[in-house]
């Protein structure tokens, strides 16, 4: 098991531009999350799913756009790129949210917009 | 006032040292607390969860939570230098709310 990837590991973009981070996982997990790690904030959420064909806002969802078409993926879309948005982007997925809810982190996406 | 807070350190210890490591927080609502483990460039992964107040152990660490004081600590006994890494609390109100994250402590343990 693969457990949780993410596409790209590190890119570069302009502001302005636009790009599509890529999570997969092969855990048959329910729930899917994307969050923005930086320096002295912590992991916010920006979009979750409950399942596929679902999404919803989470803490910082401005700026950025999801689908889960399909269970085992989750993408992030950002249409306008900008330098607020240079940050660490973490995909994690959970079976469940019972109890604490496990939830199994991607290795991480390291933007910067310049 | 952010709702979950660290010391951000960085927290240097000698290997063998006992750590304790903090997170008070302010929604008075928070029922489930979970310590994750952060090595650098890499995910989270889940280390220790409990649910209300009270004391767990697994292995060489002890999660404690003291709702009354809105204080929760993770204490690592003969700490190693694979223990090295960014610890961050996760907690959140039921079930099937959102999880809120601290910002993280960084841990440097020295051989």
């Known amino acids: 098991n693969a457990g949780v990837t993410q596409t790209p590991k590190f890119r570069v973009l302009k502001t302005g531009q636009s790009m599509t981070l890529l999570c997969a996982q092969d855990?048959?997990?329910?729930?899917m999350y994307w969050y923005r790690q930086d320096p002295g904030m912590g992991l916010r959420l920006i979009h979750y799913s409950v399942g596929e064909g679902t999404t919803a806002k989470g803490e910082v969802p401005d700026g950025y756009n999801v689908s889960r078409l399909k269970k085992q993926n989750f993408l992030l879309g950002l249409e306008s790129a900008a330098p607020s948005q240079t940050s660490v982007y973490f995909c994690?997925?959970?079976?469940?949210?019972?109890?604490?809810?496990?939830?199994?982190f991607g290795p991480g996406t390291r933007l910067l917009v310049l | 006032q952010k709702e979950v807070e660290q010391d951000p350190g960085p927290l240097s210890v000698p290997e063998g040292a006992i750590v304790s490591l903090n997170c008070t927080y302010s929604?008075?609502?928070?029922?489930?607390f979970m310590w994750y483990r952060q090595y650098s460039r890499k995910g989270p992964e889940l280390l220790m969860y409990t649910y209300s107040s009270g004391n767990k152990e697994d292995g060489r660490f002890t999660a404690q939570v003291d709702k009354s004081s809105k204080y929760i600590s993770l204490f690592i006994r003969d700490s190693q230098p694979s223990d090295s890494a960014t610890y961050l609390c996760?907690?959140?109100?039921?079930?099937?709310?959102?999880?809120?994250f601290g910002p993280g402590t960084s841990l440097s343990v020295i051989p």
């Open positions: 994690a997925s959970s079976l469940s949210q019972v109890g604490g809810g496990t939830q199994y």
């Open positions: 855990m048959n997990h329910e729930y």
């Open positions: 929604n008075s609502a928070f029922q489930y």
């Open positions: 996760a907690m959140k109100e039921t079930s099937y709310d959102k999880v809120i």
